[in-house]
């Protein structure tokens, strides 16, 4: 039996039992199931090309599923009803990312905007749903977005990153580094130290941008170079970024947030 089945199957168990602990997101849990049925099929071929990132994505599904389930018999409807809509958070979510890799943009967000109804305090949707956007191109709504992530996680680096980014595209370079700033400190890669020094040319601040100069923020590539030597592990290639360009965000699903990669 396939994993899209279980996947299905999971949420219609989860409907029956939440009907009478969440009525309020009751329609939301009747798109889920219509959603995740009409995706089995390309979404179990999705699973196996992933190979062992999949059943991470099953897991933390389940373990909501299963806490809602085991709150329910101990009367705690209140926690009941919280796991139910991280679940069902979640399955939309996996479904908005599975269209947004086959390019099915107006799907997705539709589906992201279903999960947000949902979960509206969840980080990692709005996350999710700004790399999405920014894909498309659609800056002005990817950084709401990311900045509706920064409120609910402040410290979060990729949400930085992708601001960071967002900003840089609409020519604001001066907030670009503010942020991209945060994530290569927060969580220092090539990638963000590469813009980072990209950023500092474009506001002409060739000290900074030099890779041989010092301080916190200065130099940033060469310090995320150095962070990934000290972690043993190899930065990736920059060939990507010749262009001064940031390259293009992967729009994640429920198990990427939506980051640069990290050192390896």
């Known amino acids: ?25 009751w329609g939301a849990f009747l798109v889920c199931i219509l959603l995740a049925v009409g995706a089995t099929a390309q979404n179990s071929r999705s699973t196996r090309s992933q190979g062992k990132d999949a059943p991470t994505q099953d897991d933390a599904l389940q373990k909501h599923f299963d806490a809602a389930r ?27 990312g599975l269209r947004t890799r086959l390019g099915e ?27 999405m956007r920014f894909e498309q191109g659609q800056f002005v709504e990817a950084k709401s977005l990311a900045e509706k992530t920064l409120q609910l996680q402040p410290n979060n680096s990729n949400a930085h990153y992708l601001l960071g980014r967002v900003l840089f595209q609409q020519g604001d370079f001066a907030g670009a580094k503010e942020h991209l700033e945060a994530a290569v400190v927060g969580t220092p890669n090539f990638e963000t130290g ?34 990934c030597r000290r972690r043993g592990q190899s930065p990736p290639g920059h060939a990507q970024a010749a262009d001064h360009s ?11 947030r939506a980051g640069p990669r990290s050192c390896a």
């Open 1 to 25: 039996m396939d994993r899209g089945s279980n996947f299905s199957r999971s949420i219609l168990r989860s409907g029956l039992l939440l009907r009478s602990v969440c009525a309020p997101v």
């Open 194 to 227: 590469y813009l980072l020094g990209v950023t500092y040319l474009k506001l002409n601040d060739l000290t900074r941008a030099d890779p041989r100069s010092g301080g916190n923020a200065a130099g940033a590539h060469s310090q995320a170079r150095g962070a």
């Open 105 to 131: 943009y107006d799907k997705a967000a539709k589906l992201f905007e279903a999960a947000l109804a949902v979960a509206p305090e969840d980080p990692d949707l709005h996350l999710n749903f700004s790399a």
């Open 70 to 96: 085991t709150f329910q018999i101990g009367g705690d409807q209140e926690h009941a009803a919280t796991e139910y809509r991280a679940f069902l958070a979640g399955a939309l979510r996996r479904v908005a």
């Open 246 to 256: 940031p390259p293009a965000p992967r729009a994640a699903d429920s198990n990427d």
